[in-house]
């Protein structure tokens, strides 16, 4: 009688290592800011070597982000931009940003500076 409440015990405690926390209020308010920031550039993205437009950009990390957050896997700004911003998912190739009057980069880097920006304005 001992030996199963034992085993839930362990699996229940096995558990509480393994589980993630949703991101908190400062999470989604950044990267809602950083695909606000792509959705409203003149910025051009790569993915898989085709250029698209902000919107069809934008349409695309929120679905990569919405996807990340069913399985629990984004808590941070830097985690989005890790594993829903910087390359694809299917072939790992990076993602580019070409915006007007600029060097063509990494979305990494273009996301990344984003970032910084958005904490320097935020008290």
Request: charged fraction near 25%; glycine fraction near 8%.
């Amino acid at each position: 009688m001992k030996r199963p409440r034992l085993l839930w015990l362990a699996v229940g405690l096995l558990g509480i290592g393994t589980a993630h926390a949703a991101p908190g209020e400062t999470a989604r308010r950044e990267i809602a800011g950083l695909i606000g920031a792509l959705d409203g550039s003149p910025c051009r993205f790569q993915r898989n070597g085709s250029w698209h437009d902000a919107p069809e950009a934008r349409a695309h990390l929120q679905r990569k982000y919405d996807y990340l957050l069913k399985k629990d896997k984004v808590d941070t700004a830097e985690q989005f931009i890790e594993r829903a911003a910087s390359q694809s998912s299917l072939s790992g190739k990076p993602y580019r940003i070409a915006c007007p009057g600029q060097p063509e980069q990494t979305a990494a880097v273009w996301f990344g500076a984003r970032l910084k920006a958005l904490r320097q304005r935020t008290p």
